[in-house]
């Protein structure tokens, strides 16, 4: 069995930081994701690490930037 994976990288600016996000893209494989795009934001000191789904990898950026800006839950 074998996943075929994209990866988009994404730079966001969060305040005075910059973080690159590793966006993958699911192109096949027997993988079952919540939508088909997803980034993993690792754990920090006072928060969980978060998985973000999304319909396309913008969207997925967009999300991550938000949740990296305040940390908030993907609701």
Known sequence: MCVILK???YVVQ???VN???RIEELISGPAVWG???RVNIPADLNSRAEIIYGA????V??????FLGGRKSKA
């Open 19 to 21: 973080h690159v996000l």
């Open 56 to 59: 396309t990898a913008d969207e």
């Open 35 to 37: 939508a088909k795009f």
């Open 7 to 9: 990866e988009h990288r």
């Open 61 to 66: 950026a967009e999300l991550a930037a938000d």
């Open 14 to 16: 969060v305040g005075a």
